[in-house]
Each structure stands twice: as structure tokens, then as C-alpha cells.
Antibody, heavy 124, light 107 residues
Framework: EVQVLESGGGLVQPGGSLRLSCAAS????????VTWVRQTSEKGLEWVST????????YYADSVKGRFTLSRDDAQNTIYLQMNSLRAEDTALYYC?????????????????WGQGTSVTVSS | IVMTQSPATLSASPGERATLSCRAS??????LAWYQQKPGQGPRLLIY???TRATSIPDRFSGSGSGTDFTLTISSLQSDDFAIYYC??????????FGQGTTLEMK
């Protein structure tokens, strides 16, 4: 079965850190860009960060730039989102998604498949 | 780029046709995708490049539009189609933005 599985979420105090992991089963991340998107009831779906297929390029939303770091370990088929200096507004369900590829083309910011998400709560 | 979806909620019955709208605050050319989300799941890609169905998506789902105005049509609703639908622009990649969603509920 093809699965993307996020983990590492939890409750953390403001200013704290978490590392989210995104593992793939039945599919590979090697050669594909991977993106994190977060979801809240207030803001809906919000793009957070994308890492290129080789890992040489990373992109961040302005709201997380300088605080979050995205990396990948293709040998482990896993993507990591290191989140530092967490704020209450980072509270969300965090999804990981791979770039979608048709038969002929890959699209870095068309996302599929997605995982089921991991919940992050930043609160004292 | 702000994406605005309408209506917020659409009530329909199985077998009916459903039309969902998405408007961009500026042109996104053909860089528009639609996703479906069910409770407890991540979104699933339905349509990209305005009108191209993703792998394994049934042909009752179709997309149309250009520039700033887009439509997702479900020709004959099945019980499995009742979910939340999001549009997404990727013209401004990587700063892609999503609409706030349309909830398709069973009447």
C-alpha cells in the first residue's frame, strides 16, 4: 500500500522545538520534491516549506523562514522538518506531500500523495 | 495570490450535478489544481492544469476555466463524493495558495 506517514507532532511550549518526520511506504521520495502544508480551521491549508528532489534547494513561507529547516534522507526515504522558536500561531495539523508525477512530467507544487498529518500544539 | 471558493457549503443529492467555483485575485494562467479531503485524511489530488484528471480519478470529475475563474464539476454525485474540495494555485510556486474550501454535503 502506498503511504505517506508523518510523525513527531505533540504539545510544546512557546519557544520550544519539534522535529517532524515524513516517511514513505510503498513509494519513494528519491527524485521527487516534497512539501509540508499545515492546516488550521482559521487559515485553512497553508504552504510551509518545500525541498527539491536533490535537496539542494529549500523554500520556506515567510512565516517560518529562519525558524524551520527542511531536510531529507533519501537512503531512509524520510523527510525532516525541524521547527525551532515555535509560536502559538504554528499550532496546526502538519501534512507532508510528495510532488505529483504524471506519466510524462513531475510537478513540484502539485501534491499527491499526502499523509494523514501530525498535530502540533504550541501552548504554555 | 488569494483564492476564493464559492459556495462555502453546497447541499446536493446523489445523482445530481455539482458545480464548485474558485476565483483567483490575479491571473494564475492554467496553474490550478483541485483536491478532495475527507475527515481524518489528507487531501487527494483530483485535477491539475485546470482540467487534467489525476491518475485514477473517475471521469465524472471535470475542471474548466482560465485566468482567474475556475470550476470543478461533478457530473453525477456518488455517496463517496461528499467531502471538502479545495482549489490551489501553483502559478506563484513555491508560494502556492489554497482556497478556503467548499463543503459538499448530502441533502
Amino acid at each position: 500500500e502506498v503511504q505517506v506517514l508523518e510523525s513527531g507532532g505533540g504539545l510544546v511550549q512557546p519557544g520550544g522545538s519539534l522535529r517532524l518526520s515524513c516517511a514513505a511506504s510503498g513509494l519513494t521520495f528519491r527524485g521527487y520534491a516534497v512539501t509540508w502544508v499545515r492546516q488550521t480551521s482559521e487559515k485553512g491549508l497553508e504552504w510551509v516549506s518545500t525541498i527539491s528532489d536533490g535537496g539542494g534547494k529549500t523554500y520556506y513561507a515567510d512565516s517560518v523562514k529562519g525558524r524551520f529547516t527542511l531536510s531529507r534522507d533519501d537512503a531512509q526515504n524520510t523527510i525532516y522538518l525541524q521547527m525551532n522558536s515555535l509560536r502559538a500561531e504554528d499550532t496546526a495539523l502538519y501534512y507532508c506531500a510528495r510532488a505529483y508525477c504524471s506519466i510524462t512530467t513531475c510537478y513540484n507544487f502539485i501534491l499527491d500523495p499526502w499523509g494523514q498529518g501530525t498535530s502540533v500544539t504550541v501552548s504554555s | 495570490i488569494v483564492m476564493t471558493q464559492s459556495p462555502a457549503t453546497l447541499s446536493a443529492s446523489p445523482g445530481e450535478r455539482a458545480t464548485l467555483s474558485c476565483r483567483a485575485s490575479q491571473s494564475v494562467s492554467d496553474k490550478l489544481a483541485w483536491y478532495q479531503q475527507k475527515p481524518g485524511q489528507g487531501p487527494r489530488l483530483l485535477i491539475y492544469s485546470v482540467s487534467t484528471r489525476a491518475t485514477s480519478i473517475p471521469d465524472r470529475f471535470s475542471g474548466s476555466g482560465s485566468g482567474t475563474d475556475f470550476t470543478l464539476t461533478i457530473s453525477s454525485l456518488q455517496s463517496d463524493d461528499f467531502a471538502i474540495y479545495y482549489c490551489q494555485q501553483y502559478y506563484d510556486w513555491p508560494r502556492g495558495t489554497f482556497g478556503q474550501g467548499t463543503t459538499l454535503e448530502m441533502k
